[in-house]
């Protein structure tokens, strides 16, 4: 695991993309794991100026989102602002600006009447692309990852979950409210990657941004390893993990200075120390 700290939020995003960009560069026919959230748009937008000024292609990437909410998807008819699907953000943020073929985009049917048969689906996709070659992590106000909320087993697949309290607070709070749609009419489950299927990514690279998210990052990176907080699964992970955070989002970790002292010898020397 290796953790880059950043001054600020475009930084962050600026690094986050630069690796996105060299997994493309050097296997054009990739398979990425995106997440949504607000975190991640910064690395959107950082990618869509590559592709536009730098010719950074997409052309040969398949690509498969993180998580949809149970009832909602693309609505062509919503507009941006009402339409809060995961597909929809994906859409808006990034698929519409880059030169990826809508055929290899995946998404959750989050209008599916059997989610279970959906989730197992999703699997059985991702494995016939031949696995996720790097996923692209948030990490939730509460550790979760995707939408495994705080209980779901580490080695879980695809599967459908009920949203905490505090999720559907959140959430609330972030887009619903602002468009005049109530708690009892937003979405209260989600289908969404297990912890298993993300630790199944070769590469991982989690982002997060803010004194918001200072605690949490300090629990997921250096605490305990449970279930009650998702994304401490990333210890388990073997495979190439890259956490970039800002500095507010890495204020709280306890070996700060020993971090920029290994980037900097990594740079100095010209080997990626883990």
Avoid at 202 to 228: D, H, N
Wanted: proline letters at 3%.
């Amino acid at each position: 695991m290796t953790i880059f700290i950043r001054d600020n939020y475009n930084e962050m995003s600026k690094a986050a993309a630069k690796i996105i960009a060299k997994q493309i560069k050097e296997k054009p026919d990739s398979v990425i794991g995106l997440a949504t959230g607000f975190t991640p748009i910064g690395t959107y937008r950082e990618l869509i100026r590559m592709h536009k000024e730098e010719g950074l292609s997409f052309k040969g990437v398949t690509a498969f989102t993180l998580y949809e909410f149970l009832g909602e998807g693309f609505d062509i008819i919503k507009p941006y602002g009402l339409d809060k699907s995961s597909a929809r953000y994906m859409h808006e943020e990034f698929f519409k600006h880059v030169d990826i073929d809508k055929k290899n985009i995946h998404y959750f049917d989050g209008f599916t009447d059997d989610p279970r048969r959906t989730c197992q689906e999703y699997e059985e996709k991702i494995k016939a692309a031949g696995g996720i070659d790097l996923q692209l992590l948030g990490i939730g106000r509460d550790g979760h990852w995707g939408y495994n909320e705080p209980g779901s087993s580490l080695g879980s697949r695809s599967h459908v979950v009920a949203l905490t309290k505090q999720t559907i607070d959140d959430n609330y709070e972030d887009f619903y409210r602002k468009v005049g749609i109530t708690k009892d009419e937003m979405p209260h489950f989600a289908l969404t990657m297990g912890v298993g299927t993300i630790l199944d990514a070769r590469k991982l690279i989690l982002v997060a941004s803010g004194t918001k998210k200072a605690e949490i990052v300090q629990e997921a990176l250096e605490g305990p390893i449970t279930a009650q907080i998702t994304s401490t699964a990333i210890q388990l992970y073997a495979g190439e993990a890259t956490i970039i955070l800002d500095a507010d989002a890495a204020s709280m970790l306890s070996n700060i200075e020993h971090i920029k002292h290994t980037e900097a010898m990594s740079k100095k020397y010209g080997f990626r120390a883990e």
